[in-house]
């Protein structure tokens, strides 16, 4: 199993980036795909989830300005970031729950079978 993040990098607030994380290994599409960060000294916290186009839920700090999308063809999913803060400064880490999960369980870390490495995101004033 692997989930390879990619597409972070430095930029200034109020600029976009978009975050890819290609899945191999395990049957993608039967996986809810969320994306998650851990800023420095503090906790992982929720951003996204995706279960099928359209089925998404974002944390209250993102939404309406993250949008986060799929693509079960190429086994990708995708973190489109816009507005960015400085505060969005942190590592991004994707991953992958079974599709059997409730939605309102996938706010948790523990609910998650697979994770991805993380791609740094930093957000300058």
């Known amino acids: 199993v692997q989930l390879q993040a990619s597409g972070g990098g430095l930029v200034q607030a109020g600029d976009s980036l978009r975050l890819s994380c290609a899945a191999s290994?395990?049957?993608?599409?039967?996986?809810?795909m969320s994306w998650f960060r851990q800023a420095p000294g503090k906790e992982r916290e929720f951003v996204a989830t995706i279960r099928r186009p359209g089925n998404t839920y974002y944390s209250g700090s993102v939404k309406g300005r993250f949008t986060a999308s799929r693509e079960n063809a190429r086994n990708t999913v995708y973190l489109q970031m816009n507005s960015l803060k400085p505060e969005d400064t942190a590592v991004y880490f994707c991953?992958?729950?079974?599709?059997?999960?409730?939605?309102?369980?996938?706010?948790?870390?523990?609910?998650?079978?697979?994770w991805g490495q993380g791609t740094l995101v930093t957000v300058s004033s």
């Open positions: 991953a992958g729950a079974p599709m059997s999960k409730i939605l309102s369980s996938l706010w948790n870390k523990d609910e998650y079978e697979y």
């Open positions: 290994g395990f049957a993608f599409n039967n996986y809810a």
